[in-house]
T-cell receptor, first 110, second 114 residues
């Protein structure tokens, strides 16, 4: 059965810290991995990764995929209180759906 | 704002009742996906439509059904509601049916079954 596992489940840091969120997957016919940020409402798209070893960056956020070891990481540098959210990763198994992990709840304290 | 709209925002109803959730995809998107998010289950894929046709089914109960109309809006019908159906229901849309493309999520409908 396809599955996506995220760790840690939750994380509390102080502003300015750097965090690394992990996502491992076991998915047949894997095609891509996506990261979403979910605050109080809908998940908002962050990154889509399809190739191993190519880092994607957006401001203080970056992500990379390792298709050999079947994992991805999401890094957030110089964290701010506005980064507090649940971060979801999802795998695309070349079908019509995304398989989501349970998320990492990040709390950034001032 | 993703461009995906969902109504209503909140719905409170009783067990045994039937409700309809509505979703309008982003302009130009042909695919609509429905997800259920409960506290203990995370985001679970329910069903997908592409240009009016059902394309994929996930963990959708027989008491639930959906359709996509010619104007591409979609409705999710939940019947014989149980307490365990209380959850956030998200609709997402994308342009293509299953190619590599991100899905854009609506704000969700929070369903509470009492």
């Amino acid at each position: 059965e396809d599955k996506v596992v995220q760790s840690p489940l939750s994380l509390v840091v102080h502003e300015g810290d750097t965090v690394t969120l992990n996502c491992s997957y076991e998915v047949t016919n894997f095609r891509s991995l996506l990261w979403y940020k979910q605050e109080k409402k809908a998940p908002t798209f962050l990154f889509m990764l399809t190739s191993s070893g190519i880092e994607k960056k957006s401001g203080r956020l970056s992500s990379i995929l390792d298709k050999k070891e079947l994992f991805s990481i999401l890094n957030i540098t110089a964290t701010q209180t506005g980064d507090s959210a649940v971060y979801l990763c999802a795998a695309d198994p070349s079908s019509y759906k995304l398989i989501f992990g349970s998320g990492t709840r990040l709390l950034v304290r001032p | 704002d993703s461009g995906v709209t969902q109504t209503p925002k909140h719905l409170i109803t009783a067990t045994g009742q039937r409700v309809t959730l509505r979703c309008s995809p982003r302009s130009g998107d042909l695919s609509v996906y429905w997800y259920q998010q409960s506290l203990d289950q995370g985001l679970q894929f329910l069903i997908q439509y592409y240009n009016g046709e059902e394309r994929a089914k996930g963990n959708i109960l027989e008491r639930f059904s959906a359709q996509q109309f010619p104007d591409l809006h979609s409705e999710l019908n939940l019947s014989s509601l149980e307490l365990g159906d209380s959850a956030l229901y998200f609709c997402a849309s994308s342009f293509l049916a299953g190619a590599v493309n991100e899905q854009f999520f609506g704000p969700g409908t929070r369903l509470t079954v009492l």
